[in-house]
C-alpha cells in the first residue's frame, strides 16, 4: 500500500514561489509514475504535472513557470512553482501509478492509483 502525503502548501503573493514535496512509500518508488494534480473551488479534478523515470510532462497552463522533479533515494516527489498565478490557487495533489502508463493516459486522473490528502496553495492578488 502506497500512501502519498505532500506538504509545502500555504500562501504566497503573485509572482512568488513555492515549493511542493510528496513522499510516498514503497520500495519500487523509482519505477513509479509520480503526477501532480489540482483542483480549484468548483472545478473539476485536472492534471498539473507528472514525471515517469526521466521524462517530466506539463499543463499548458504551468509549462515554463513549474518544474516537477524526483530524489528516488528519499521517495520524494516536488513541484517547484515559481511566477505563481492567482488562478493557480487550488489544493494540489499527489498522485503514484504504481505500475505501467502510456504516454496518452498519463494526463488522466483516474490512472492513478494512489492519491494524497492534497495540500493548499493560495495566491493574493
Known amino acids: 500500500q502506497v500512501q502519498p502525503v505532500e506538504s509545502g502548501g500555504g500562501l504566497v503573493q503573485t509572482g512568488g514561489s513555492m515549493r511542493l514535496s510528496c513522499i510516498a512509500s514503497?520500495?519500487?518508488?523509482?519505477?513509479?509514475?509520480l503526477g501532480w494534480f489540482r483542483q480549484a473551488p468548483g472545478k473539476e479534478r485536472e492534471f498539473v504535472a507528472a514525471?515517469?523515470?526521466?521524462?517530466?510532462y506539463y499543463a499548458d497552463a504551468v509549462k515554463g513557470r513549474f518544474t516537477i522533479s524526483r530524489d528516488n533515494a528519499k521517495n520524494t516527489l516536488y513541484l517547484q512553482m515559481n511566477n505563481l498565478k492567482p488562478e493557480d490557487t487550488a489544493v494540489y495533489y499527489c498522485?503514484?501509478?504504481?505500475?505501467?502508463?502510456?504516454?496518452?493516459?498519463?494526463?488522466?486522473?483516474?490512472?492513478?492509483?494512489?492519491w494524497g490528502q492534497g495540500t493548499q496553495v493560495t495566491v493574493s492578488s
Open positions: 514503497g520500495n519500487t518508488f523509482n519505477q513509479y509514475t
Open positions: 498522485a503514484v501509478k504504481s505500475s505501467r502508463i502510456i504516454t496518452s493516459q498519463i494526463r488522466t486522473a483516474s490512472q492513478y492509483h494512489y
Open positions: 514525471i515517469r523515470w526521466g521524462d517530466s
